[in-house]
């Protein structure tokens, strides 16, 4: 980082400032604008296509703004390109503070951290993954959370098996990986070997970025060292945020535990760690209260399919060869209504599930919801105007939150009310058990209504979003600025009527505000409380304590309107939050229910049936009968496509050999036997007239 050099006290500030966040972008807070000095505004000015300038007439201190009512976009292009920006802001009033205004950095904006719905698919979670290295217990211990939802896991694996961590990396496909700087020269060969290949699974277009990451991890080493605001996936970190009894100690804080036995992950100690690092990070980068992370969650991989990322890439589960997502098996099979719903059932597909019990259950909810055809359409429709919700909450826990993500709310809320009609219906275990416990939140859609206009601004700092009823100070203040006239007339006619005084007046000027005017005829009826505070030829001049407190409130008034309702919809924003556990769990329930009843309307208008599924302990069996292939079927081709049978049985018939000329359909048949029986263990009906088949632990294609 080259520091500027300008010997203001400004610039000694944004240089202290700069040296705390030296491979950060720094949107230092002026009046009205974001400004970024030195390589900061080189860079920003370059990725935003905005003018650079300088400060002073040698032009040795380069510089770029951007407004800052209008920051998001602009802030946006940056995370997009992989940069790291610390917002710095007056921490201050500038009218009333003594020389420099007080700045700091409240919130530090990463590509794992960015909860911006410009830049985070609503069907797909936004990761951020921390690793734990331990290489005298040849493990890895992993934690990745979703800021957006509030997701939170943590797994480990043997470094022996470090092909089972790839494969479920390139599951989880994160936006920034948390690393150790190397401690060692054995660390730091590992952390390489690891970046690199990490860097081929996640970041194809530029295999170099592992070089650099490296490079950048080296050069954090050195106290004296050159850091340059940089890009890429990799953030390596002090050591002493992944020690067990620090990590330990900040998660119990967190989730406010005497110890972690709840969640499950005793026996993950370096998981934990890992988790205590990530944590720490956000808190570190969000600067805020992170209580949306109601939960620490063991990932169960024993209850799934690992698919490696080949199988995933042969199968097109979610891209086609080509690179584009249409013609692939998420593609046609997700008819979910809500982005929650979107993700829980991507999360279904890439890990197909291995107990018989739980796909039964799903099963039996998709054939409930077939049959009762008509109630699932119309529960689906419902669903169609519920929004993120679990997003929604990460952005009011957030210090991004705005009046629209309440207006969101309460929108979604409101078809919310609709569905335990619906859900109460049904009688399947999975949905039974959904309808029972269901919370449709209807007092804190009441609390939404009751507080904010039918109609609200999204000004958050100019108020007019604040309901009626809400504060008497605001309908007081509010009232007083629509009908200040109103108001003086009452008092001068009380004044008049109080004092006898016919000719009383009230006035204003600039020197002395309002007033009121007595004429010297009538000076001697003038009460005791009036004050003196002009001699003119013919009348004096008074005021009042009342008079003096109304010229106040109307001069104050629309400023006061401002922060009223801004601490109004902060007090607002508290009463949600301690909701958090609620309304995630209900977007939850409505996630599972929605990908259920997308199989369903799958299943209809396809013409899937419910397989029939044998258990891994009983002998192998594959029978399909006029099966389809799910994606290439809905494809218009031009001809119809022609269904193919399989009998495979274990003790008389346990491999087939496919031949055929070009282009006769072999890689076709193969995938659609691999996409049927992984249909099957997510819980869909697959395209067949009859199905039986054993449960698989592994799938494996190299097709094409």
């Given amino acids: 980082m080259s520091v500027p050099q300008a010997d203001t006290p400004m610039m000694r500030q944004f240089n202290a400032i700069k040296r705390e966040h030296p491979d950060k972008l720094l949107f230092y807070r002026m009046g009205d604008f974001y400004e970024m000095f030195g390589d900061d505004a080189i860079v920003g000015a370059k990725v935003l296509q905005i003018a650079l300038t300088s400060r002073n007439k040698n032009k040795s201190l380069p510089m770029c703004g951007v407004p800052y009512r209008a920051y998001e976009q602009y802030l946006n292009k940056l995370t997009a390109a992989g940069y790291k920006v610390a917002i710095c802001e007056q921490m201050e009033d500038p009218a009333k503070a003594q020389g420099l205004v007080a700045r700091d950095v409240v919130r530090v904006v990463t590509p794992g951290t960015t909860v911006s719905p410009q830049l985070i698919d609503p069907s797909r979670n936004h990761y951020l993954l921390a690793i734990n290295v331990v290489l005298r217990s040849q493990c890895l211990g992993i934690a990745f959370a979703d800021l957006s939802t509030g997701e939170f896991e943590v797994a480990e694996f043997n470094l022996y098996e470090t092909h089972r961590f790839y494969d479920f990396l390139a599951q989880l496909t994160p936006q920034e990986i948390l690393l150790t700087q190397s401690r060692s020269e054995a660390e730091s060969q590992f952390l390489e070997e690891l970046v690199q290949r990490m860097t081929q699974l996640l970041d194809k277009e530029n295999i170099s970025d592992s070089r650099s990451a490296v490079s950048s991890e080296k050069e954090a080493s050195f106290t004296d060292g050159q850091v340059f605001p940089s890009t890429g996936l990799f953030n390596f970190i002090d050591p002493y945020h992944f020690d067990p009894e620090a990590t330990q100690r900040n998660l119990k804080a967190h989730f406010e535990t005497l110890n972690l036995s709840g969640f499950g992950v005793d026996d993950l100690p370096h998981g934990i760690s890992a988790a205590g690092a990530l944590l720490r990070y956000l808190e570190e980068t969000q600067k805020c209260d992170l209580s949306h992370f109601t939960a ?382 992984l249909m099957a263990q997510c819980g869909s009906f697959i395209p067949a007239s009859r199905a039986e088949l054993s449960v698989v632990d592994r799938i494996f294609t190299r097709v094409g």
Wanted: with cysteine; aromatic share 8%; charged share 25%.
């Fill in 296 to 677: 620490l969650r063991r990932h169960a991989f024993e209850k799934t399919m690992l698919l490696d990322e080949a199988t995933v890439a042969n199968l097109e589960l979610f891209e086609s060869q080509s690179g584009v997502r249409k013609h692939t098996l998420y593609h046609i099979l997700n008819h979910t209504q809500t982005p929650m719903g979107a993700r829980l059932f991507r999360q279904w597909l890439r890990q197909p599930l291995l107990d018989i019990e739980e796909i039964n259950q799903r099963f039996d909810s998709i054939e409930e919801f077939r049959i009762n055809f008509m109630l699932c359409e119309k529960f689906r429709e419902s669903l169609n105007s519920i929004q993120d919700l679990p997003r929604i909450m990460g952005r009011i826990i957030l210090p991004v939150v705005g009046v629209n993500d309440l207006v969101a709310l309460r929108e979604s809320l409101e078809p919310v009310q609709k569905l335990p009609t619906y859900l109460t219906e049904l009688q399947s275990p999975l949905l039974k058990k959904i309808a029972e416990k269901f919370d449709p939140l209807t007092d804190l859609l009441e609390l939404l209504n009751q507080r904010l206009l039918e109609n609200p601004s999204f000004k958050l700092r100019e108020g007019g979003f604040i309901a009626a009823g809400v504060s008497a100070e605001l309908d007081e203040l509010r009232d007083i600025s629509r009908n200040s006239k109103q108001f003086l007339n009452e008092m001068l006619l009380r004044e008049r009527e109080r004092t006898g005084i016919s000719s009383l007046k009230i006035s204003f000027n600039k020197v002395f505000g309002y007033y009121l005017e007595v004429s010297n005829v009538h000076k001697t009826s003038v009460p005791e409380d009036y004050i003196r505070k002009q001699t003119l030829v013919n009348a004096e001049r008074y005021i009042t304590a009342d008079l003096k407190e109304f010229e106040e409130k109307i001069l104050t008034a629309e400023e006061r309107i401002g922060e009223l309702e801004y601490e109004l919809f902060q007090q607002l924003k508290t009463d949600l939050n301690t909701n958090i556990r609620r309304v995630q769990q209900t977007a939850q329930d409505i996630a599972v229910a929605d990908a259920l009843a997308g199989l369903a309307y799958v299943a209809e208008h396809y013409h899937y049936v419910r397989p029939s599924l044998h258990p891994l302990q009983a002998p192998r069996k594959l029978f399909l009968k006029d099966s389809r292939h799910p994606v290439i079927e809905q494809i218009e081709l031009g001809e119809v496509f022609v269904p193919n049978d399989l009998d495979l049985v274990e003790t008389k018939c346990r491999i087939m050999l496919i031949t055929g000329p070009n282009m006769a359909g072999k890689s076709t048949y193969m995938r659609q036997v691999a996409l049927n029986i």
